[in-house]
């Protein structure tokens, strides 16, 4: 509020400027803890792709291994574009 020319201020205005200068410190923690986060992500993405490839350095492959061989994948394959059922296990012996 004004009163001449000096500013008054009042115990509401008082409140508010508080209040908005605690939001402001609650923002920048979580910007601060926003921007670590970030940080600690791509430290863990850089250390797994080195990992990796001094894994594939030493001639290991990544993944889940393969459940059908060649020949099971090339049937399943062909039965597929024939749109045949898969041989019964009952019927196989």
Not at 9 to 36: E, K, P, V, Y
């Amino acid at each position: 509020m004004l009163l001449g020319y000096a500013r008054v201020s009042t115990d509401d205005q008082n409140l508010a400027c508080s209040a908005m200068r605690h939001q402001q410190r609650w923002q920048a923690g979580i910007h601060m803890f926003g921007a670590r986060a970030e940080f600690e992500r791509t430290l863990i993405r850089e250390r797994t792709r080195a990992g990796l490839a001094a894994a594939r350095a030493h001639g290991r492959k990544g993944g889940r291994p393969k459940l059908l061989d060649v020949d099971q994948r090339a049937l399943a394959l062909r039965l597929y574009q024939e749109r045949q059922p898969p041989p019964s296990p009952t019927s196989a012996g």
